[in-house]
């Protein structure tokens, strides 16, 4: 074999290489590098200081972090664990029985999760608006009463808002994961349950639901990642880049933002992004143990 013919392989695998050393390795490793250094970008890399852990200190005893840490949580709780109560059912429903246009409401329960979150969050923004929000207007016209929540304001009612927003665009996601999945499973496993007197419920419950476990394992999994890491939607939602009145519903990803952009403290923001990172490491990792154990016989 010649040279020219031992050296085609990496020649072909070169631009794969190249695009992932750039824009897949390169930015973790800057970053975990970064968050060892005190750095002002504004006076170029000559003026990073090298401060070992004081950035994870740092973080791990600001009050604002921890505050936006619990906001994400309970964000990505209070959106993905509904998605997953609707989806499911949703999934069998239309698996057993929409038949024929069931293509045509996966593509529309799909719509919202092709949409761009940008283009979502600013629909739902007018929507939930306090003057002229249609949320508000048919409240009052039907109650009768001058009702004009703050929605985009009140610290008690953002929260729900972002994570109904993230419901809204996530749930068809997950939906199309549980359809495709039973489209793998035999129509003979429920029409044997058909013929033992097993009803809908029953189906969905006993056969169904055992055999989706790893895929409510993956989509489950999906949904903590992507909740943990929410960005956009509060981002847009309150209109101040901020998380909201008093960082209500800030997420770590825009407290991580601030901290770096506003503030100018990109180190401390590299030590929040790994912090996170790690958190989401290990959330993952005792979700999987806890599924698997209650798997277990």
Same mark, same amino acid.
Request: glycine residues 8%; proline residues 6%.
């Given at each position: 074999? !010649? ?55 740092? =973080? ?5 972090? %921890?505050?936006?840490? #619990?906001?994400?949580?309970? $964000? ?22 929409? #038949? ?14 092709? !949409? ?12 939930? =608006?306090?003057? @002229? ?36 665009? @996530? ?29 809908? %419920? ?18 489950? !999994?999906?949904?903590?990642? #992507? ?17 909201? +009145? ?21 180190? +401390? ?5 790994? $912090?996170?990172?790690? =958190? ?18």
């Amino acid at each position: 074999m !010649t040279a020219a013919r031992q050296r085609a392989p990496y020649l072909f695998l070169a631009p794969f290489l190249l695009l992932f050393v750039v824009f897949g390795a390169f930015p973790p490793l800057f970053a975990a590098a970064l968050s060892l250094f005190a750095w002002d970008p504004a006076s170029g890399y000559a003026s990073a200081r090298f401060v070992g852990l004081d950035n994870y200190v740092f =973080a791990l005893t600001d009050p604002w972090f %921890w505050q936006s840490f #619990g906001n994400t949580l309970w $964000l990505a709780l209070a959106a993905g664990v509904p998605q997953h109560l609707v989806a499911l059912p949703l999934a069998f429903w239309l698996h057993r029985r929409a #038949g024929r246009v069931r293509h045509w409401l996966l593509g529309a329960y799909f719509l919202p999760f092709v !949409t761009a979150s940008v283009a979502v969050s600013l629909t739902f923004a007018t929507l939930f =608006a306090t003057d @002229y929000g249609l949320v508000n207007q048919a409240l009052q016209r039907l109650t009768g009463l001058p009702l004009a929540p703050d929605w985009l304001h009140d610290p008690a009612l953002l929260k729900p808002l972002v994570a109904l927003v993230v419901f809204w665009r @996530y749930v068809g996601w997950n939906t199309l994961l549980y359809v495709t999945a039973l489209q793998g499973v035999s129509p003979a496993l429920f029409e044997a349950a058909a013929l033992d007197g097993a009803g809908s %419920w029953r189906q969905f419950r006993h056969v169904a639901l055992p055999l989706l476990r790893p895929t409510i394992l993956f989509a489950g !999994t999906l949904s903590l990642i #992507g909740g943990l890491q929410l960005f956009e939607e509060p981002f847009i939602l309150t209109q101040d880049g901020r998380g909201g +009145s008093g960082g209500a519903a800030a997420t770590t990803a825009i407290y991580l933002y601030r901290t770096a952009f506003d503030f100018g403290d990109f180190g +401390s923001a590299a030590a929040m992004a790994w $912090l996170l990172c790690v =958190a989401i490491a290990l959330l993952g990792w005792a979700a999987h143990r806890a599924f698997r154990r209650e798997e277990a016989p």
